[in-house]
């Protein structure tokens, strides 16, 4: 396969002018009809190029031209495109197909799932359905007409607006949609079924009333409350903070069970993984009604960002992807605790994107190629995207950055844009120059800013000479300096804040300021600066960068303390944590006693003491940076030593603090009697079943059965979650875990917990569990949530147990790529990932992973989508 590059794109020969689709659906074979209205591109080079439309895997019955019948020798098709020639200035063509739903398993293009019909078309599935132009540089208004059997089939939606509908023949029925927006194809969506529906509505501000519906199989019709209250919270936040107002008369979501992402923005007609749907407290996480709540809002708002406005071309996909995640983070921020929200946000970026960033698959949030661009619906594109347009908002200001979105919209409704012509709007309504700014776009890997401070008492100066470099990341061997925001403040020795001037300056500033680094390395001098202070650097982790910085223990445990940034409170602890743990790591390498030091227990102690403090905050105080993220912190990973280190802080820890924890717990352990999804209730649980984890790995019988009673009394899956967690590697896990799945074994989401919670185990025979648990009845390798669950979390997770010494972890996984890459190439290639660390591997390991790696290059039949991970991991 041959990489596709961004400097080749051209705008497309011919332009749509509408079409009209009219499937008729049906157990063996479905028939797809297009009308396509088409002209010429003005803006093409050549003025006579062929039509070349795109379509894989299609029967194609019969073309017509101007309502004529086209002879065979008139149009080539091979396995990826229809080509005509010879076409004039405009064109009408009917193209009829037959496809195969029921067979693909690929859940791209139209597909079945529990007996319905279901489509996911982004980022190229639509050429999986018909013939067509499948870029989204092409918009057009869609027509689609949908036949089917009435009982089987008894609800048929597509995008846009129901306008028509009757009985086909005796046993089918019809229904007619039309979109007035124009769309590009992979905003196509098309569901039919038998399916249960929530109503509900929403007035806009403008007065409009907009039905809001959510379609599911009838059994989990009670499960969408909590995602109808979420898209009503979208909508009116939107309204709000953006000014955008919903554009159609109906809102649908559907729900389906197998899908290979979390959910699609299709116009008008969201379609979700159920994960991001259901949620009632029995079934339900904290996490998962976040996760529910953020993901509806997510796709709600691409309804401006991604489909009134989208992207010119696949490489620009963070135009429309880190812009909406910023824009759902922020939401979440409104909706929850911005503080924990951001701390959440930070420990997604450090522990996914900082790892991308430095393996074989490092690229730029704008790629300048790439083999299959289903591979880059990563987190640099998500996350790191979403980390660039916050730096604009810190860069101009929460007005300036409102007027830089205002004038996007005002510029580019109803067209398909690139990074640069957002970065245009940004700059132009503020008179800011981002020229430098977009090397985010274009340059990989993650910024090392290092600061050295000095403070000058007879001149009362505090100095900071702040630098910045970039690790080489693949074909980018140099980087020039990015333009950094860099929040700080500084606090006296009591911790209070202190009043910022900089040298030049006429008066004080604030007390947090953003400096911006735009050199290679730059001084900055606070003036009237008395006593040596402390300085909080990074406020709210203003830009996606590794600091360093030589703080001490004592100032760690300082900020820890008295920091007003509530980030920089926790990212103190972090750090803390994290240098403990590398001492750790390096000790169990080398084979020595392992201590845990004083200063630590002595903050941790006063964290956990302070009442005043947020529980949510002191929870993620207390919880662990996750194995794979600390191996992501040394230069050769040794997963043992790895573990070691971790397992012995932790229970290290609970010992040290065995009767804050005990005292912590029975404080909470009440609080939330009956089930609410509010912030103050979540902070709660959260801190409770942080404790218990800490309790119970102390192997006291008081505390195993304090998690038993938690796990028999819990009325909600958070708690009932962490109490199996904490028992689940005990003698008494079994029991618990079989309780469980008694109890769960009909609800396929809850079922994904208790194979992720397996799949995380600890004890050196991880590897057999995994492949016992592929033969539970509730796996099942065809849909990608369970694979996520059981085999990803296990390759990607499991640090020590996917990298056993024997090698017989990279052998599994590569059996299992090769399994799903010919049933489902996306989740085959997202597995194939797990051998993204390989080269930092010590070196037994790193032979055995090259060899499963080398292995799996040899088969000739690999998917692009297995091909371009394997591939880039053996460049
Ligand atoms: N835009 C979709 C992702 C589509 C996945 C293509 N393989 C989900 C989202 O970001 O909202
Ligand atoms: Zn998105």
Same mark, same amino acid.
Request: charged share 25%.
């Given at each position: ?612 403090? #947020? +529980? ?5 105080? @207390? &919880? /662990?940076? !996750?194995?794979?993220?600390? %191996? *992501?912190?040394? $230069? ?110 009909? #609800? +396929? ?5 208790? @194979? &992720? /919670?397996? !799949?995380?185990?600890?004890? %050196? *025979?991880?590897? $057999? ?107």
């Amino acid at each position: 396969p041959q990489p596709i590059l961004l400097r080749d794109y051209v705008v497309p020969a011919f332009l749509l002018d509408r079409v009209d689709l009219t499937f008729e659906l049906d157990e063996t074979s479905t028939r797809v009809s297009s009308r396509l209205v088409l002209h010429r591109n003005p803006d093409h080079p050549v003025s006579d190029a062929d039509l070349v439309l795109d379509g894989h895997e299609l029967m194609l019955e019969s073309v017509l031209l101007d309502g004529e019948p086209m002879s065979t020798d008139r149009y080539d098709v091979d396995d990826e495109s229809l080509t005509i020639k010879g076409l004039g200035e405009s064109a009408i063509l009917e193209i009829t197909t037959r496809i195969e739903p029921q067979k693909n398993t690929s859940l791209m293009g139209l597909y079945k799932s529990n007996g319905n019909f279901f489509t996911q078309c982004e980022a190229e599935g639509f050429r999986k359905i018909t013939y067509y132009l499948d870029r989204p540089d092409v918009m057009t208004r869609f027509t689609t007409t949908i036949i089917a059997d009435r009982s089987k089939y008894p609800v048929l939606l597509s995008n846009g607006n129901r306008v028509g509908e009757g009985q086909y023949d005796r046993n089918r029925h019809w229904v007619k949609w039309v979109d007035p927006f124009k769309k590009p194809s992979y905003l196509f969506a098309l569901v039919a079924g038998k399916l249960s529906c929530l109503q509900d509505s929403f007035t806009t501000r403008s007065g409009r009333k907009v039905a809001l519906e959510i379609y599911v199989e009838p059994q989990d019709l009670e499960k969408c409350h909590h995602a109808m209250e979420s898209v009503k919270r979208s909508m009116k936040w939107d309204e709000d903070v953006y000014g955008l107002e919903y554009d159609l008369d109906s809102y649908m979501i559907v729900a389906v069970s197998d899908f290979n992402m979390g959910a699609m923005e299709n116009k008008g007609l969201n379609i979700f993984n159920t994960k991001y749907v259901l949620a009632r407290p029995e079934t339900a996480t904290d996490a998962d009604y976040m996760g529910v709540e953020a993901v509806i809002a997510h796709e709600y708002f691409h309804n401006w960002t991604g489909n009134r406005v989208t992207c010119r071309d696949w490489f620009q996909l963070s135009l429309k992807e880190g812009l909406t995640v910023f824009r759902d983070q922020e939401f979440t921020a409104d909706m929850t605790s911005r503080a924990v929200k951001r701390i959440d946000d930070v420990r997604t970026l450090r522990t996914a994107q900082f790892a991308e960033d430095a393996s074989p698959m490092a690229h730029p949030v704008r790629p300048d190629s790439y083999i299959e661009i289903n591979n880059f619906y990563t987190v640099t594109i998500y996350e790191k995207g979403a980390e660039v347009v916050r730096m604009y908002h810190t860069l101009l200001g929460a007005e300036g950055y409102r007027k830089g979105i205002d004038l996007y919209f005002k510029r580019h409704d109803g067209q398909a844009v690139t990074c640069d012509d957002f970065a245009a709007a940004m700059g132009d309504a503020n008179g800011f120059d981002f020229t430098q700014f977009k090397r985010w776009y274009s340059q990989a890997g993650t910024p090392v800013v290092k600061v050295v401070s000095q403070f000058d008492a007879a001149n009362q100066t505090y100095t900071l000479d702040i630098s910045q470099t970039c690790p080489p990341t693949p074909g980018q061997p140099e980087k020039l300096p990015f333009h950094i925001p860099i929040a700080l403040g500084l606090l006296d020795a009591a911790g209070a804040e202190i009043p910022l001037q900089l040298a030049g300056e006429a008066s004080l500033q604030g007390t947090t300021r953003v400096l911006q680094l735009t050199e290679a390395s730059q001084r900055f001098v606070f003036t009237g600066i008395s006593a040596q202070p402390t300085p909080s650097l990074l406020r709210g982790f203003s830009a996606p960068v590794k600091l360093d910085y030589p703080w001490t223990r004592q100032e760690l445990a300082f900020l820890m303390a008295h920091d007003s940034d509530s980030f920089c409170r926790w990212e103190a602890s972090h750090t803390l944590i994290r240098e403990v743990l590398l001492e750790l790591i390096a000790a169990a390498r080398a084979s020595e006693t392992l201590s845990l030091p004083g200063e630590l227990v002595d903050a941790m102690r006063r964290a956990l003491l302070d009442e005043a403090a #947020d +529980p949510a905050l002191i929870a993620l105080m @207390f &919880t /662990l940076p !996750a194995e794979t993220y600390l %191996a *992501d912190q040394v $230069d050769e990973i040794h997963p043992d030593a790895i573990r070691t280190a971790r397992e012995y802080l932790r229970v290290a820890l609970a010992k040290a603090l065995r009767s804050e924890f005990k005292h912590t717990y029975a404080r909470f352990c009440g609080a939330t009697q009956a089930y609410r999804y509010a912030a103050v209730d979540i902070a709660k649980r959260a801190l409770k079943n942080v404790c218990l984890g800490y309790l119970t790995s102390l192997d006291e019988p008081a505390f195993i059965e304090l998690a038993q009673t938690q796990f028999q009394q819990a009325n909600n899956m958070t708690d009932s979650q962490a109490a199996l967690a904490a028992l689940v590697e005990l003698p008494q896990g079994a029991t618990a875990l079989a309780d469980f799945a008694n109890r769960w074994q009909d #609800d +396929p989401l809850v079922m994904n917990k208790w @194979f &992720t /919670l397996q !799949a995380m185990d600890k004890r %050196a *025979d991880a590897l $057999d569990r995994v492949r016992a648990l592929q033969q539970h009845p509730a796996f099942q390798i065809t849909n990608p949530n369970k694979v996520y669950a059981l085999l990803a979390t296990f390759c990607s997770s499991n640090l020590a147990g996917f990298h056993r010494a024997d090698g017989a972890g990279y052998a599994f996984a590569a059996e299992q790529i090769l399994v799903l890459d010919k049933l489902n190439p996306q989740v085959a290639s997202r597995l194939a990932r797990s051998f993204n660390r390989w080269k930092k591997l010590e070196p037994t390991r790193r032979a055995q992973a090259k060899t499963a790696l080398e292995k799996l290059a040899a088969h000739a039949d690999l998917s692009r989508d297995v091909f371009e991970i394997i591939s880039k991991n053996l460049a």
